[in-house]
C-alpha cells in the first residue's frame, strides 16, 4: 500500500510513521508512506495556502488552487488509483469498519486542514471522504493522520508479527476485549483469575469470551446492538 499525506506540518508525521508498527512495516516495505508540503503549492510571494472567508467570519480557510494542484501532482506520481481523504470534525465518525475497508485499498491520499477548515469546492470538486475521528476539535488534521494511518497499516499483511492478534482485538467481533494478565501471578495481594493457570484452552476461551461480553455490555452497550 501506498499513503500519501498532504500537510503543512510533514514534521508532526514524519517521527509518528517512522516509530512502532508503522515504522517497521514501513521499512519491511509492507507500506510506502509519503508527506507532501501543501505550502510547495501556493502560488503568491507570500507561499499563501489560505485566505479570509467571505462573508467575513473569524479565521482562514484552506484555498483550493494549492490543494488541487498537491492532489494532481502526487497522484500522477503513482498509477495506482488513490482513495482521497480529506480530515475533518464535519466527516463520518471513524470506526474499525472503515479502516478495515481502507486497509485493502492500494492507495490512500489524505489530506490534513488547519485554521477554520476547507473551501467547500475542495470537498466538492475532488469528492474525498470526509472522515472525523471523534467529537472533539483538533487544531489540525495532523494527529487525525496519525490515528487513521496506525489503524489501517496494522491491519496490512505482516505489519503484526501474529496476525490473531490483530482479528481477536477489540471492535473487531464488536467486543470489547477481554482482561489480560502476565507474570508474576500476585502482585500487591491482586492474584491472576485460576482459569488462566488451569491449562485448560477451552475452558479459558469460554472465560475470555465471557468478560469480553460483561465489558462490553457494562461499558459499551451501543456495541451489542449492532
Ligand atoms: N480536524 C480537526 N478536528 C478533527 C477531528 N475530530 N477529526 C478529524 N480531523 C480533524
Not at 469528492?127 to 496519525?146: H, K, Q, T
Request: aromatic share 6%; proline share 7%.
Amino acid at each position: 500500500m501506498r499513503i500519501d499525506v498532504l500537510t503543512l506540518f510533514p514534521e508532526m508525521l514524519e517521527p509518528f510513521c517512522s516509530a512502532s508498527i508503522v515504522g517497521r512495516a514501513r521499512k519491511a516495505g509492507i507500506v510506502e508512506i509519503v508527506c507532501t508540503q501543501l505550502r510547495d503549492f501556493a502560488t503568491d510571494k507570500h507561499k499563501s495556502v489560505d485566505d479570509k472567508p467571505f462573508g467575513g467570519g473569524p479565521g482562514m480557510v484552506l484555498m483550493c488552487g494549492p490543494v488541487f494542484d498537491a492532489v494532481e501532482h502526487v497522484e500522477s506520481l503513482d498509477p495506482r488509483p488513490a482513495t482521497r481523504i480529506v480530515l475533518t470534525p464535519q466527516g463520518e465518525t471513524l470506526t474499525q469498519r472503515t479502516v478495515e475497508s481502507l486497509a485493502k485499498k492500494p492507495r490512500l491520499l489524505i489530506v490534513c486542514g488547519h485554521y477554520e477548515g476547507f473551501d467547500q469546492r475542495i470537498l466538492d470538486g475532488l469528492r474525498p471522504m470526509e472522515i472525523s475521528i471523534g467529537d472533539y476539535v483538533l487544531s489540525g488534521g495532523e494527529p487525525a493522520a496519525a490515528v487513521l494511518i496506525d489503524a489501517v497499516v496494522r491491519l496490512l499483511p505482516g505489519a503484526l508479527g501474529d496476525r490473531t492478534s490483530a482479528d481477536s482485538e477489540s471492535f473487531a467481533g464488536n467486543l470489547l476485549e477481554y482482561p489480560q494478565y502476565t507474570r508474576p501471578r500476585e502482585f500487591r495481594g491482586m492474584c491472576v483469575p485460576d482459569v488462566l493457570l488451569s491449562g485448560d484452552h477451552g475452558r479459558i476461551a469460554g472465560w475470555r469470551r465471557e468478560q469480553a461480553e460483561l465489558r462490553t455490555k457494562a461499558r459499551r452497550p451501543d456495541l451489542l446492538e449492532k
